[in-house]
């Protein structure tokens, strides 16, 4: 078959990815983009139909109704591979939080060098919540608690781990009805992978029924833990102003970008670039200063809590080398290609892998340790700085957005409360009024077997003008960033008329950046608040809001997909199904992508479905969000009923007590 090589336009809508494609080509380097074209993936694979769980496989199954060595069924098989890339995806997130905890106690303990408490009100909210006593207690020893609480979730045997807690009542007793309750982080995981062992589990709802324990374990266990302690360590995230694109490189600096995903290197680093020493050293070296951007969801993290730049999301990291103008690029952990060591061999940029658990041969190992933070962070920037002198010609295209980050739940909260009071009730009141129609997450990777930035983009506009308020985390936020749709009131304009008014009274953008895919768990905490304030119904799977993955392509993808299911959320994912079925013509068996749908929907209200094209994506969310709306007896969605004269109106209703504001806003709908 004729291989089909993309136009630069095709490959990506960015135009700084666009320019430094062309100066791969010119200078004869291959990337993502080109390798994506030259190899065409596996149609047995891609549909989920190839097991090599053993070695009288691989076994491929290529026909309706044929079995593997074993006899196992193509239902099974897709079955096992989607819990084990699940379980793949939990086990990421996850051991991100155990070591964000580590980290916490080591801080506690006055063990970690550089690091401190930094928000000791979250702290203490929440340790509350798990009854760890903090009146008239030192912020260490709550932490070391906390710490303690936490690290046990991993080890856990038995039970349920505590942070299932703050998921709505109602949500918690279903779980527990299914026996889905999440006995302990580790366990979960390993379990997946036993089951999936050849001769174990082989019937496909029964261990679809663990995928979803198992994410479990990620969204209401590891994601959540690390997203708690990322804050309490490194501050929780309100709104700064930021840019995103490779124009943030500078020409007349020593550039080092951070990438991967653990906030705890990147933090010490952006410390260390301020220090006068290390100034001093750059200059010395004949560069201004050290000037930091982020990748990936490291960059998210840095950004919402720094203002330090974002470099570009997963597809930009072998582009930004190819600046030529990258001292350094420092990985941690998930999402590094290991292309980037042969690429950088056509430049003079360094790749130092620095996690204990991630080496790529020819990187240059510096591994990091948080009880020497600063001192590592220095020497890498130091490394970096050295190799300023052997930089070659650069081109650095001058492409960047301006953007306006940090949109956590605390702030969000703080927020809507406006004059009154810090609350989800203005949040609540827009959405049963229709100004608001609902709640869209466009969240994830990209893909390059999709046009880059494209679906993530295109998605979000479109439900901008239907009035769907949009939040967003991971590469995803970062596509959205680089079309400048995290700004302020720029572009509120092409946003439906009610959530104009809705963005216009409270001063935010349509589009709130959440964080990193870590950080979805966020989007989850909105959601119980906004079910707890009253009026959306009692559990998740009531609120009028749907989840998206448009350009997705990792295993956490899929666990955050599956925990956001299981929580009561729609999820729509784009590109290939890993369980394909019936959109393949090779087999008529849909069951497990039937199941995941239809099946999983009856017992969570949420379920998991994979579409290829975006207005088909947009209407099924608006479909669903309507559905809802109904569902709540809410008035139907209608556009006309808001436009300019809305603001004045939405400022003397603020003004009347809750129950007149109320009736005045949704008249006679119940
Ligand atoms: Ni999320 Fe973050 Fe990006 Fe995808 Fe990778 S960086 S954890 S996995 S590619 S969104
Ligand atoms: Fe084949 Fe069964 Fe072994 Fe899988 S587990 S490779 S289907 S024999």
Redesign the pocket.
């Given at each position: 078959m004729a291989k089909k090589m993309r136009t630069t336009e095709q490959r990506s809508i960015d135009p700084a990815t666009q320019e430094m494609l062309i100066r791969a080509d010119s200078l004869g380097i291959g990337t993502a983009f080109t390798r994506a074209d030259d190899m065409a993936p596996c149609p047995i694979g891609a549909d989920g139909m190839c097991?090599?769980?053993?070695?009288?496989?691989?076994?491929r199954l290529t026909k309706d109704g044929s079995v593997?060595?074993?006899?196992?069924t193509i239902d099974t098989?897709q079955a096992r591979n989607l819990v084990r890339a699940i379980a793949a995806g939990s086990a990421a997130h996850s051991d991100h939080g155990r070591d964000m905890a580590f980290t916490l106690k080591a801080v506690a303990n006055g063990e970690a060098e550089g690091y401190s408490l930094r928000d000791v009100a979250k702290l203490r909210t929440v340790a509350a919540k798990y009854d760890i006593p903090i009146e008239d207690r030192a912020p260490e020893e709550i932490a070391n608690d906390l710490a303690d609480l936490y690290i046990a979730q991993f080890g856990q045997q038995k039970g349920k781990i505590i942070p299932v807690s703050r998921a709505p009542q109602k949500r918690q007793k279903l779980w527990e009805e299914q026996g889905v309750i999440p006995r302990g982080v580790d366990r979960e995981v390993v379990e997946a992978l036993h089951r999936t062992h050849?001769g174990d589990d082989q019937d496909p709802e029964h261990l679809l029924q663990h995928a979803i324990r198992t994410a479990l374990a990620d969204g209401w266990g590891g994601s959540l833990m690390a997203t708690d302690i990322s804050d309490i360590l490194f501050g929780t995230p309100a709104p700064v102003l930021g840019q995103a694109n490779l124009g943030v490189l500078q020409a007349d600096m020593v550039n080092v970008v951070v990438h991967g995903h653990e906030p705890t290197l990147s933090e010490m680093i952006v410390a260390a670039s301020q220090d006068p020493e290390i100034i001093a050293y750059a200059q010395a070296a004949g560069a201004k200063g050290v000037n930091l951007s982020g990748i990936c969801c490291t960059a998210n993290e840095i950004l919402m809590r720094q203002g330090i730049p974002a470099a570009g999301n997963f597809l930009q990291q072998e582009l930004a080398i190819i600046t030529g103008a990258v001292e350094a690029m420092v990985v941690d952990v998930q999402c590094i290609m290991q292309a980037l060591v042969g690429l950088a061999g056509n430049f003079h940029t360094k790749i130092i892998t620095t996690s204990p658990k991630v080496k790529i041969k020819g990187a240059l190992h510096m591994q990091f340790d948080e009880h020497q933070a600063m001192t590592i962070a220095k020497n890498i920037l130091k490394e970096a700085i050295d190799n300023f002198k052997n930089r070659g010609e650069i081109s650095i295209p001058d492409v960047r957005e301006d953007l306006i980050p940090g949109f956590s739940h605390e702030y969000i909260n703080y927020m809507l409360g406006g004059s009154y009071r810090a609350s989800f009730r203005p949040l609540n009141d827009a959405i049963m009024s229709g100004r608001i129609r609902g709640v869209a997450a466009i969240v994830g990777c990209n893909n390059p077997r999709s046009q880059h930035d494209y679906l993530h983009t295109y998605v979000t506009r479109e439900l901008l003008k239907q009035d769907v308020l949009i939040v967003e985390t991971g590469c995803g936020a970062i596509a959205s960033a680089k079309q400048g749709l995290l700004l302020g009131e720029a572009g509120l304009d092409k946003v439906g008329p009610g959530l104009q008014e809705i963005c216009e009274t409270i001063g935010i953008p349509p589009v709130l950046h959440m964080g990193s895919c870590v950080d979805n768990t966020r989007i989850l905490t909105v959601l119980t608040q906004m079910v707890e304030e009253g009026g959306l119904g009692d559990d998740i799977d009531q609120v009028p809001a749907v989840g998206l993955a448009p350009e997705w392509m990792s295993e956490k993808a899929l666990s955050i997909g599956a925990y956001c299911v299981a929580s009561g959320v729609y999820v729509i994912f784009g590109g290939t199904s890993p369980v394909r079925g019936m959109a393949n013509k090779v087999t008529d068996s849909d069951a497990v992508a039937h199941y995941i749908s239809a099946g999983w929907e009856e017992i969570y209200g949420g379920k998991l479905e994979f579409v290829v094209d975006p207005d088909e994506m947009i209407r099924r969310t608006l479909a669903h969000i309507d559905k809802k709306r109904a569902a709540l007896k809410l008035p139907e969605y209608d556009p006309t009923r808001f436009g300019a004269s809305g603001d004045s109106r939405m400022m003397e209703l603020e003004d009347l007590p809750l129950a007149e504001r109320q009736a005045a806003m949704y008249g006679a709908a119940s």
């Amino acid at each position: 078959m004729a291989k089909k090589m993309r136009t630069t336009e095709q490959r990506s809508i960015d135009p700084a990815t666009q320019e430094m494609l062309i100066r791969a080509d010119s200078l004869g380097i291959g990337t993502a983009f080109t390798r994506a074209d030259d190899m065409a993936p596996c149609p047995i694979g891609a549909d989920g139909m190839c097991c090599k769980h053993c070695g009288m496989g691989p076994c491929r199954l290529t026909k309706d109704g044929s079995v593997g060595i074993c006899g196992a069924t193509i239902d099974t098989i897709q079955a096992r591979n989607l819990v084990r890339a699940i379980a793949a995806g939990s086990a990421a997130h996850s051991d991100h939080g155990r070591d964000m905890a580590f980290t916490l106690k080591a801080v506690a303990n006055g063990e970690a060098e550089g690091y401190s408490l930094r928000d000791v009100a979250k702290l203490r909210t929440v340790a509350a919540k798990y009854d760890i006593p903090i009146e008239d207690r030192a912020p260490e020893e709550i932490a070391n608690d906390l710490a303690d609480l936490y690290i046990a979730q991993f080890g856990q045997q038995k039970g349920k781990i505590i942070p299932v807690s703050r998921a709505p009542q109602k949500r918690q007793k279903l779980w527990e009805e299914q026996g889905v309750i999440p006995r302990g982080v580790d366990r979960e995981v390993v379990e997946a992978l036993h089951r999936t062992h050849i001769g174990d589990d082989q019937d496909p709802e029964h261990l679809l029924q663990h995928a979803i324990r198992t994410a479990l374990a990620d969204g209401w266990g590891g994601s959540l833990m690390a997203t708690d302690i990322s804050d309490i360590l490194f501050g929780t995230p309100a709104p700064v102003l930021g840019q995103a694109n490779l124009g943030v490189l500078q020409a007349d600096m020593v550039n080092v970008v951070v990438h991967g995903h653990e906030p705890t290197l990147s933090e010490m680093i952006v410390a260390a670039s301020q220090d006068p020493e290390i100034i001093a050293y750059a200059q010395a070296a004949g560069a201004k200063g050290v000037n930091l951007s982020g990748i990936c969801c490291t960059a998210n993290e840095i950004l919402m809590r720094q203002g330090i730049p974002a470099a570009g999301n997963f597809l930009q990291q072998e582009l930004a080398i190819i600046t030529g103008a990258v001292e350094a690029m420092v990985v941690d952990v998930q999402c590094i290609m290991q292309a980037l060591v042969g690429l950088a061999g056509n430049f003079h940029t360094k790749i130092i892998t620095t996690s204990p658990k991630v080496k790529i041969k020819g990187a240059l190992h510096m591994q990091f340790d948080e009880h020497q933070a600063m001192t590592i962070a220095k020497n890498i920037l130091k490394e970096a700085i050295d190799n300023f002198k052997n930089r070659g010609e650069i081109s650095i295209p001058d492409v960047r957005e301006d953007l306006i980050p940090g949109f956590s739940h605390e702030y969000i909260n703080y927020m809507l409360g406006g004059s009154y009071r810090a609350s989800f009730r203005p949040l609540n009141d827009a959405i049963m009024s229709g100004r608001i129609r609902g709640v869209a997450a466009i969240v994830g990777c990209n893909n390059p077997r999709s046009q880059h930035d494209y679906l993530h983009t295109y998605v979000t506009r479109e439900l901008l003008k239907q009035d769907v308020l949009i939040v967003e985390t991971g590469c995803g936020a970062i596509a959205s960033a680089k079309q400048g749709l995290l700004l302020g009131e720029a572009g509120l304009d092409k946003v439906g008329p009610g959530l104009q008014e809705i963005c216009e009274t409270i001063g935010i953008p349509p589009v709130l950046h959440m964080g990193s895919c870590v950080d979805n768990t966020r989007i989850l905490t909105v959601l119980t608040q906004m079910v707890e304030e009253g009026g959306l119904g009692d559990d998740i799977d009531q609120v009028p809001a749907v989840g998206l993955a448009p350009e997705w392509m990792s295993e956490k993808a899929l666990s955050i997909g599956a925990y956001c299911v299981a929580s009561g959320v729609y999820v729509i994912f784009g590109g290939t199904s890993p369980v394909r079925g019936m959109a393949n013509k090779v087999t008529d068996s849909d069951a497990v992508a039937h199941y995941i749908s239809a099946g999983w929907e009856e017992i969570y209200g949420g379920k998991l479905e994979f579409v290829v094209d975006p207005d088909e994506m947009i209407r099924r969310t608006l479909a669903h969000i309507d559905k809802k709306r109904a569902a709540l007896k809410l008035p139907e969605y209608d556009p006309t009923r808001f436009g300019a004269s809305g603001d004045s109106r939405m400022m003397e209703l603020e003004d009347l007590p809750l129950a007149e504001r109320q009736a005045a806003m949704y008249g006679a709908a119940s």
